[in-house]
Nanobody, 126 residues
Framework: QVQVVESGGGSVQAGGSLRLSCVVS???????MGWFRQAPGKGREFVAA????????YYADFVKGRFTVSGDNAKNSGYLHLNSLKSEDAAVYFC????????????????????WGQGTQVTVSS
């Protein structure tokens, strides 16, 4: 019954930007929104998260200030702003929500999230 809907993926040239959107419905105890990505032939990796319980954000090291995560807990919605995109950023990006609290590094474990979106494709051309 819980639904996670993502949008905003697309194709951009290297150095370009995209804004990914995520809306979660069916729950009222979404304590954090996480973003993960998976490239072809590779495992799923953590990108960024916003913790509503801790009022904090957390980013993977490879972001290097290029991405920004935001969210509105009251609306169960959020955004991942992708800037200065590189070819290695090409992947399927997933949004996820959880029933348990987390903060910092504790928000980066994909196995601790309960609900996942369908994924949205991001391609980067040079």
């Amino acid at each position: 019954q819980v639904q996670v809907v993502e949008s905003g993926g697309g194709s951009v040239q290297a150095g370009g930007s995209l804004r990914l959107s995520c809306v979660v419905s069916g729950i009222n105890n979404n304590y954090a929104m996480g973003w993960f990505r998976q490239a072809p032939g590779k495992g799923r990796e953590f990108v960024a998260a916003i913790s509503y319980s801790a009022s904090s954000t957390y980013y993977a090291d490879f972001v290097k200030g290029r991405f920004t995560v935001s969210g509105d807990n009251a609306k169960n919605s959020g955004y991942l702003h992708l800037n200065s995109l590189k070819s290695e950023d090409a992947a399927v990006y997933f949004c996820a929500a959880r029933r348990t609290v987390c903060s910092g590094y504790g928000c980066s474990d994909a196995t601790t999230y309960d609900y996942w979106g369908q994924g949205t494709q991001v391609t980067v051309s040079s």
